[in-house]
């Protein structure tokens, strides 16, 4: 094992995930799982390839049927100027396609310019390469976006790429038409690539707009984009994402990566993806639906049970509460923490059975904040509200 790999991190939620395994009866709010079950086309699908043998070794790239989808979806609904299917390369989920992405793209000391706070694998597989993430401050204020002025400002000689994730884990904030307007421009202007995690595309609310940044003019030529299958066909544990990637080059590293981390992307994975994609799309736009629903129920529920120790506007996009925590709040008769976001995490779990993660885990300036996952069933959801409004019934409100 390459000693620099001590160097990188493992995320919070895995001692979150270890710490709710003692928990009775939890409130799962830590994990980014949906409750949702998979389409039946799916199932289907999957159900045909074991019956169909198809256990066997498939091209390193995926199954062509699957990469004609793919491609034709790019173009249809992303706006991608997808030429052929082999721009396409399916991986073994998102966190997957951003370790073969980053493998392939980043020299050592190659600097990533990334949002704060930030889904810890990115910067984790930035640091797997040899690469340096910099972290530039979302805005809550914003809503949760950047000041395009402070993001110019990170970027220097030694950057590579600049890294995006629309609509956002952990605060839910999604960049307007504007925003990748002027982070397109400031790619063109220094020669940097953009690095476009567009894992929460379809999940998006109250009319808000998601914009594929490589269907910009002159984008797609150093735009690499990703995407998954996880959060829209609610597959998380079957593994399956996708790369769009024009440039020939680069295309070549990846798949290297991809052969010598995976051969291949499961094959009964693969024909599942197939029968999502062939399967009706109404799943789509019902799970949101429903998630929106959930986002409400959620937010009233933390009004009313919070008492203001807890506060913050909805998100617009992705399925995620990133909750500001009152700076006054202590908790009684708990050791100090490392900081107010762990403190009021452990908390959560231990006196309420509420699933939570430190905003501290997702960087700096999640600090004093507490993220909960509203894709959970709305009993799982009112339970966990209930138990929170019994732990802060005696807080006086701000």
């Not at 389409?39 to 289907?44: A, L, N």
Request: hydrophobic share 40%; glycine share 10%.
């Amino acid at each position: 094992m390459g000693q620099f790999l001590d160097t990188v991190p493992f995320s919070g939620i895995i001692r979150i995930r270890d710490m709710m395994y003692s928990v009775k009866d939890p409130f799962r709010l830590d994990q980014g799982d949906v409750s949702f079950d998979a389409p039946e086309s799916v199932k289907r699908a999957m159900h045909r390839a074991i019956d169909d043998n198809r256990s066997h070794y498939l091209q390193t790239t995926g199954i062509p049927p699957l990469l004609d989808l793919l491609s034709a979806k790019l173009r249809t609904v992303n706006h991608i100027p997808v030429g052929s299917r082999d721009e396409v390369m399916v991986t073994t989920g998102g966190i997957h396609a951003l370790y073969v992405l980053f493998q392939a793209l980043l020299e050592p000391g190659d600097e990533v310019v990334l949002p704060d706070p930030q889904w810890p694998p990115a910067a984790g597989n930035i640091l797997a390469a040899h690469g340096t993430p910099v972290g530039c401050p979302l805005h809550e204020q914003l809503g949760w976006r950047w000041d395009l002025s402070e993001l110019a400002a990170k970027l220097t000689p030694r950057t590579r790429a600049i890294y995006v994730n629309s609509p956002q884990n952990p605060t839910g904030g999604v960049l307007t038409r504007a925003d990748v307007d002027a982070i397109a421009g400031l790619c063109r202007e220094r020669n940097l690539w953009l690095v476009s995690d567009e894992a929460y595309e379809d999940i998006v609310y109250d009319g808000v707009e998601h914009v594929s940044p490589a269907s910009l003019p002159d984008m797609y030529e150093r735009t690499l984009s990703m995407f998954t299958f996880s959060k829209s066909y609610a597959m998380t544990g079957l593994r399956l994402g996708y790369l769009a990637v024009q440039d020939p080059g680069l295309r070549e590293r990846i798949k290297k990566v991809l052969f010598y981390t995976a051969s291949n992307v499961s094959s009964v994975v693969q024909y599942g993806g197939l029968g999502a994609l062939e399967g009706s799309q109404d799943c789509i736009a019902g799970f949101r639906e429903e998630l929106k629903a959930r986002r409400d129920l959620f937010y009233d529920g933390i009004r009313a049970s919070a008492a203001g120790v807890l506060t913050g506007e909805p998100p617009r996009g992705a399925f995620y509460a990133f909750l500001r925590i009152d700076p006054a709040w202590r908790a009684e008769a708990q050791p100090p923490a490392e900081s107010l976001s762990w403190s009021m995490t452990e908390y959560l779990i231990a006196k309420g059975r509420i699933g939570c993660v430190p905003g501290v885990d997702f960087g700096r300036t999640g600090e004093g904040y507490i993220r909960f996952c509203f894709a959970r069933d709305r009993r799982e959801l009112t339970g966990a509200l209930e138990s929170m409004g019994a732990l802060f019934a005696g807080t006086p409100a701000i």
